[in-house]
């Protein structure tokens, strides 16, 4: 059974920060490319961030220069460093994994979500 669990969202002043977290746990033999979701009311879910095992890393238009994202291989932790927040960045964030279980199965594992809200 694998799991990922997200912490760190909040409520935010709009230029402000937050930092996201997301640990997987249960029985991974590796994780590929972890990335960060998001789904703002009445839109579609979009890809804000991914980073490769390698640490290649690529970001949607509307977040670069202000969002960074990391990963800790050992830990299977992947983090968002969300800086100059706007109230646009206003969504439900969700860390998805693409990963190979301990019984070598390939799948895509999603986390729980985890609100960020700016307003000031």
């Known amino acids: 059974q694998v799991q990922l669990v997200e912490s760190g969202g909040g409520l935010v002043q709009p230029g402000g920060s937050l930092r996201l977290s997301c640990a997987a746990s249960?029985?991974?033999?590796?994780?590929?490319?972890m990335a960060w979701y998001r789904q703002a009311p009445e839109k579609q879910r979009e890809l804000v961030a991914a980073i490769t095992r390698g640490g290649s890393t690529n970001y949607v238009g509307s977040v670069k220069g202000r969002f960074t994202i990391s990963r800790d291989n050992a830990k299977n932790t992947v983090y968002l460093q969300m800086d100059s927040l706007k109230p646009e960045d206003t969504a439900v964030y969700y860390c998805?994994?693409?990963?190979?279980?301990?019984?070598?199965?390939?799948?895509?594992?999603w986390g729980q979500g985890t609100q960020v809200t700016v307003s000031s």
């Open positions: 998805n994994a693409d990963l190979i279980t301990g019984l070598l199965q390939q799948g895509a594992y």
């Open positions: 249960g029985s991974i033999y590796s994780i590929n490319t």
